[in-house]
């Protein structure tokens, strides 16, 4: 048996069901002769995004995998893999290395280095004969605490060297197991949420890779506790609850959220970060901060911890209720939270509504995201945004009312991101209307991937928003632009999306958005991948940006 061939076998066995790739590495065939579906993409960060999608889509339960070539292929995966690392992503990652006897030399690209900083863990299969090692302690990290990407970097001539047939036929799967909160902590944390007069639950992505949602409900309905989510928590708690705020993250706010965080004397953070960021929501200051995470770098990280607390998120959501119920002792908690949160969402909506329903032309974005709304159930649907505008419009209204049905991410940003991920998403959940929506700046940065999309039979729907302008950097570009017109990008994408061979339609008038979209799931539900291009106005009112 060939290395590659092991490799194919190991990954099989571990539940991989398809291999995202660009363009060539002995990976391919050889997860091809196993039973792996190869997906090969236009580029590798999309190729990376696919992967990402898919992963996240799961909950990690089912793994992305994406596997390139030396030189090249590695260097244009980076912000790919970049992406997943930031957002805590678990992908494996397969990149081909130079043979063993030039890998050091300059200038040859080498990915166990270069990768070190953007990868939860890095490896070089040196010898075939650890290969059956090497893909354990891959797989273990990606199963087990804070997920991100995974890299195990083959060298050419082990690749295709031989190694012994048990080394693959005897692995067995690694099996999962995550750590529980200290009871002491968890019952005195208990015990200030339930004396708070004004609490706030921040939900992380943690709650939906623990797929911890019904114990996150079950606390918060528990002790009436309001629940906002983070960018990549997004969909982690049903936006349609009585006692959901909807999300901060990517410099932008629900009024809810901005109501009550501003106002909260205690916050709850679990399966979160607590990271200072500019796609974050900042914890004002002289909050009680109650922490929960699996990850021991969080806690005290941006923000001190009065209550720490390392678990896993579904265990630690249970003890919290456990606690809670103890505490209690069946005596209800303060039930007004609700009707507060109703009049908060409804006087921050009465002001969005003239944007959200406007008849104008171009069409404002808000237009196209309200009807949207209106047009599909969010729990048939799974959405994403593109970096930009799209995210900053997108983000506070949609809402996400089933896990996963959302997926947020910005960390890192790179434009484009959007179109891979929701590839992935279509991949993992056959059965949902998937779409992404993007910018004309993103789909000039990876469009093309579009005929990835048609050619690999993965049905979405694209929106692009297409303003003709980089209008988010009004305020970067002011002379250069009266100058030289450096804002200004064009384009017909319809046109494009039709010559690549999926279905493409443009629509510039309000009344036709609703329509256009119900004939782009109706398409994608007999197979064809839709792009709809939207043209629209330079929009960049956004939610409470940069409020907190």
């Not at 590798?44 to 990690?60: H, P, Q, Y």
């Not at 796609?279 to 990280?301: C, F, Q, V, W, Y």
């Not at 089933?402 to 590839?423: C, D, Q, V």
């Not at 991949?427 to 910018?439: E, I, Q, R, W, Y």
Request: proline residues 6%; aromatic residues 6%.
């Amino acid at each position: 048996m060939k290395v590659v061939d092991a490799i194919a076998e190991i990954m099989k066995r571990e539940g991989v069901e398809f291999l995202s790739t660009y363009p060539t590495t002995p990976v391919i065939d050889a997860a091809a002769a196993a039973g792996i579906r190869p997906v090969l993409c236009r580029q590798e960060r999309v190729g990376v995004g696919i992967a990402d999608g898919f992963s996240r889509t799961t909950n990690g339960r089912r793994l992305g995998v994406f596997a390139m070539q030396y030189g090249p292929g590695a260097e244009n995966a980076f912000p790919g893999v970049a992406t997943a690392y930031s957002d805590s992503v678990p992908i494996l990652v397969l990149p081909l290395g130079h043979q063993r006897d030039r890998a050091q030399v300059f200038p040859l690209f080498s990915s166990a280095r270069t990768y070190a900083s953007v990868t939860k863990w890095v490896e070089t299969l040196n010898q075939p004969g650890e290969l059956g090692e090497v893909m354990r302690r891959a797989f273990n990290l990606l199963k087990m605490g804070r997920p991100g990407p995974v890299m195990v970097e083959i060298p050419a001539d082990v690749a295709v060297a031989d190694v012994a047939d048990q080394v693959a036929l005897q692995y067995k799967p690694v099996k999962a197991t995550s750590p529980a909160g200290n009871a002491r902590d968890i019952e005195a944390a208990a015990r200030v949420l339930i004396e708070a007069k004004k609490p706030v639950i921040h939900a992380g992505q943690g709650v939906l890779y623990a797929e911890a949602c019904p114990e996150l409900t079950e606390l918060a309905e528990l002790l009436q506790i309001p629940v906002m989510t983070t960018l990549e928590g997004k969909s982690a708690f049903p936006e349609d609850h009585p006692l959901a705020l909807g999300t901060g993250g990517g410099g932008v706010m629900s009024g809810p959220s901005y109501h009550f965080l501003s106002q909260a004397d205690v916050v709850l953070g679990i399966g979160c970060s607590f990271t200072k960021h500019g796609m974050a929501s900042n914890i004002p200051a002289g909050k009680t901060l109650i922490h929960a995470t699996n990850d021991e770098r969080d806690l005290n990280k941006n923000y001190a911890a009065d209550h720490p607390i390392l678990g896993d998120a579904k265990a630690v959501l249970r003890q919290f209720i456990d606690a809670a119920k103890d505490l209690l002792r069946g005596r209800p908690r303060e039930a007004g939270a609700a009707a507060e949160v109703k009049q908060a969402r409804e006087t921050w909506l009465n002001e969005w509504m003239p944007k959200l329903t406007s008849n104008e032309v171009p069409i404002t974005p808000y237009r196209v995201i309200w009807d949207f709304m209106q047009a599909i159930d969010p729990r048939d649907a799974i959405v994403t945004h593109d970096s930009g505008s799209p995210r900053n419009q997108l983000v506070p209204f949609y809402r996400a009312t089933a896990p996963r049905g959302y997926m947020g991410w910005g960390k890192s940003h790179a434009l484009g991101t959007g179109l891979g991920l929701i590839m992935g998403a279509k991949l993992a959940s056959p059965d949902k209307f998937c779409v992404n929506f993007m910018g004309d700046a993103a789909f000039g940065m990876t469009g093309l991937d579009f005929e990835t999309a048609v050619r690999c039979g993965i049905p979405i729907t694209t929106v692009v928003l297409n303003n003709s302008a980089m209008a988010i950097e009004r305020h970067a570009l002011v002379v250069s632009h009266d100058r030289y017109r450096t804002r200004d990008i064009g384009g017909n994408y319809a046109d494009l999306g039709r010559a690549m061979g999926g279905q493409a339609e443009r629509i510039t008038k309000p009344a036709d958005i609703i329509p256009a979209l119900q004939r782009a799931r109706k398409a994608n539900q007999d197979g064809q991948a839709v792009l709809l291009e939207f043209i629209t106005s330079e929009e960049i009112a956004f939610s409470h940006r940069r409020a907190l």
